[in-house]
T-cell receptor, first 112, second 113 residues
Framework: AQSVTQLGSHVSVSEGALVLLRCNYS??????LFWYVQYPNQGLQLLLK??????LVKGINGFEAEFKKSETSFHLTKPSAHMSDAAEYFC??????????FGDGTTLTVKP | KAGVTQTPRYLIKTRGQQVTLSCSPI?????VSWYQQTPGQGLQFLFE???????NKGNFPGRFSGRQFSNSRSEMNVSTLELGDSALYLC????????????FGPGTRLTVL
């Protein structure tokens, strides 16, 4: 079985500050890990994907995530938050055909 | 390439009715997965189809069903609608499933009155 835990349902940062969204996973086999972003009334957009090629994964819009096997973590970071980053972010793990297990999501608020 | 499209985008039904949602995957993608998103339960996996066969299924009652056509387009059907079925239904396509990246459509917002 696989599961994902996102620590903090709401995160608030100031514009220009570091963004850190936490994700821990549980998987019985080496996982594929994803971060998605969702804007209101829209579907999910892929930010980045970990596939074991490299532990530090760079994604779109300046986001990156580091896979730490020993900590079973895949935290998402961005050095400097922008107002347009305000959205809901989902961490997901996939090991089975076409099935991803998602965390509960973290809503990011960016204050001017 | 065109993205994943879902129709309709919004739907209002009453309890007891049935509904059919449609999903057209990205050209060349053969795997289509469906998810239900609600504020209380988050994103939950419904089922996945590959080459017209259901390959994986989540923990939903039999009122939820789906199918996939030879062109990879997929439909999901919900019969005997309940108030709790109100949700955003998301479709995602990928090349073959498994570890392939899933690309999501904009979703169908279903409201059951």
């Amino acid at each position: 079985a696989q599961s994902v835990t996102q620590l903090g349902s709401h995160v608030s940062v100031s514009e220009g500050a570091l963004v850190l969204l936490r994700c821990n996973y549980s998987s019985s086999v080496p996982p594929y890990l994803f971060w998605y972003v969702q804007y209101p009334n829209q579907g999910l957009q892929l930010l980045l994907k970990y596939t074991s090629a490299a532990t530090l994964v760079k994604g779109i819009n300046g986001f990156e995530a580091e896979f730490k096997k020993s900590e079973t973590s895949f935290h998402l970071t961005k050095p400097s938050a922008h107002m347009s980053d305000a959205a809901e972010y989902f961490c997901a793990v996939s090991t089975n055909a076409g099935k991803s297990t998602f965390g509960d999501g973290t809503t990011l608020t960016v204050k001017p | 390439k065109a993205g994943v499209t879902q129709t309709p985008r919004y739907l209002i039904k009453t309890r007891g009715q049935q509904v059919t949602l449609s999903c057209s995957p990205i050209s060349g993608h053969r795997s289509v997965s469906w998810y239900q998103q609600t504020p209380g339960q988050g994103l939950q996996f419904l089922f996945e189809y590959f080459s017209e066969t259901q390959r994986n299924k989540g923990n939903f009652p039999g009122r939820f069903s789906g199918r996939q056509f030879s062109n990879s387009r997929s439909e999901m059907n919900v019969s005997t609608l309940e108030l709790g079925d109100s949700a955003l239904y998301l479709c995602a396509s990928s090349l073959t499933g498994g570890e392939d990246t899933q690309y999501f459509g904009p979703g169908t917002r279903l409201t059951v009155l």
